[in-house]
């Protein structure tokens, strides 16, 4: 009886660390031939005119100071597989500034880990889109 109980304990502790600190990744399709189309839907994600703290944006800019905008391969994750960042910071009023980082899974698709989209309106309000937003 106690290596039963024993059992549904490790299986409940273990299922508990695989799922619910682990939460759903977003399976993402990604086109090299227009890597931004990911971006295309953000006016439908979680908004605010307040930035998150503590997001992927901030550790871009603080991990890759230089960093041109566009299409980076390069293993983020540690797991030994090519990741890719997108990037692009138009700078103005109306510019929108998206980063994206594609967790490769190896096996020849990726999860979109962290998405945000930032605006700028015509009155100089920025506004916030997907991981980013408040």
């Given at each position: 009886?106690?290596?039963?109980?024993?059992?549904?304990l490790?299986?409940?502790?273990?299922?508990?660390?695989?799922?619910?600190?682990?939460?759903?990744?977003?399976?993402?399709?990604?086109?090299?031939?227009?890597?931004?189309?990911?971006?295309?839907?953000?006016?439908?994600?979680?908004?605010?005119?307040?930035?998150?703290?503590?997001?992927?944006?901030?550790?871009?800019?603080?991990?890759?100071?230089?960093?041109?905008?566009?299409?980076?391969?390069?293993?983020?994750?540690?797991?030994?597989?090519?990741?890719?960042?997108?990037?692009?910071?138009?700078?103005?009023?109306?510019?929108?500034?998206?980063y994206?980082?594609?967790?490769?899974?190896?096996?020849?698709?990726?999860?979109?880990?962290?998405?945000?989209?930032?605006?700028?309106?015509?009155?100089?309000?920025?506004?916030?889109?997907?991981?980013?937003?408040?």
């Amino acid at each position: 009886m106690s290596f039963a109980c024993a059992a549904l304990l490790v299986i409940g502790i273990v299922s508990y660390v695989l799922v619910g600190m682990n939460p759903p990744k977003t399976e993402a399709s990604y086109d090299p031939a227009n890597p931004f189309d990911l971006f295309a839907s953000h006016a439908t994600w979680p908004n605010s005119t307040a930035r998150k703290i503590g997001t992927a944006a901030e550790w871009l800019h603080t991990m890759f100071p230089d960093l041109s905008s566009g299409v980076s391969h390069l293993d983020i994750n540690g797991d030994g597989l090519v990741d890719i960042l997108l990037h692009n910071e138009p700078v103005g009023i109306g510019s929108t500034k998206v980063y994206g980082v594609l967790l490769n899974r190896g096996d020849l698709n990726f999860d979109l880990a962290y998405k945000c989209v930032t605006k700028i309106d015509g009155s100089g309000v920025r506004q916030f889109y997907g991981d980013c937003a408040q």
